[in-house]
């Protein structure tokens, strides 16, 4: 089956320490996504990938650092710089199409991330 | 003035209802635009795609688009329990990759 995979599920970062969430797909997208939700905030865009080995910063960028060295793969470094990281990540993927049509973001089931 | 605005609810239903969830945007040039659903603990899942303005349908859900009002909404009829989650609206422009998401309104159908 197709589809985007977070890993783990669950994760808790103690004071001072990086981690870094795992988002692989297996749908040949080009772009790849990683937001964050808090509570009554929606998604926030945290940084966007269209091609390997390029990325750009999003809304919230502080904190977090990226990498694309694959095309499936989009992993997510929370670092010790982001002071408020307790939230649920969510990574995506699309197909770039040009500028005429466009294709929907596909969600992965996410990442709980929470403080010690 | 917030780009995409949602309603937060909750909105609370019958079983068998009919169910409209709306998003008001302010960005004229947003041509693309989404509806996710999303469970509690899961990630947000495609329910609905359209370009430009224009009604869709998709068995029990029809999505609406009207450019002229910056309105778009989604319909559920003969809601079901199984339809309790919280519903995002995302749009996007030609040329851009990236999403602007509402902040969601959850939904509650009472069997």
């Known amino acids: 089956d197709g589809g985007i995979t977070q890993s783990p599920k669950y994760l808790f970062r103690k004071e001072g320490q990086n981690v870094t969430l795992s988002c692989e797909q297996n749908?040949?997208?080009?772009?790849m996504y990683w937001y964050r939700q808090d509570p009554g905030q929606g998604l926030r865009l945290i940084y966007y990938?269209?091609?390997?080995?390029?990325?750009q910063k999003g809304d919230i960028a502080e904190g977090y650092s990226v990498s694309r060295e694959k095309k499936e793969s989009f992993p997510l470094t929370v670092t010790s710089a982001q002071k408020n990281p307790t939230a649920f990540y969510l990574c995506?993927?699309?197909?770039?199409?040009?500028?005429?049509?466009?294709?929907?973001?596909?969600f992965g089931d996410g990442t709980r991330l929470s403080i010690l | 003035q917030k780009e995409v605005e949602q309603d937060p609810g909750p909105l609370s239903v019958p079983e068998g209802a009919i169910v409209s969830l709306n998003c008001t945007y302010s960005?004229?040039?947003?041509?693309?635009f989404m509806w996710y659903r999303q469970y509690s603990r899961k990630g947000p899942e495609l329910l609905m795609y359209?370009?430009?303005?224009g009604n869709k349908e998709d068995g029990r859900f029809t999505a609406q688009v009207d450019k002229s009002s910056k309105y778009i909404s989604l319909f559920i009829r003969d809601s079901q329990p199984s339809d309790s989650a919280t519903y995002l609206c995302?749009?996007?422009?030609?040329?851009?990759?990236?999403?602007?998401f509402g902040k969601g309104t959850m939904l509650l159908v009472s069997p």
């Open positions: 995506a993927s699309s197909t770039l199409t040009g500028q005429g049509s466009k294709q929907p973001q596909h």
């Open positions: 749908l040949n997208h080009d772009a």
């Open positions: 990938s269209q091609i390997v080995n390029d990325f």
């Open positions: 960005n004229s040039a947003f041509q693309y």
């Open positions: 359209t370009y430009s303005s």
């Open positions: 995302a749009m996007t422009e030609t040329g851009y990759s990236t999403l602007t």
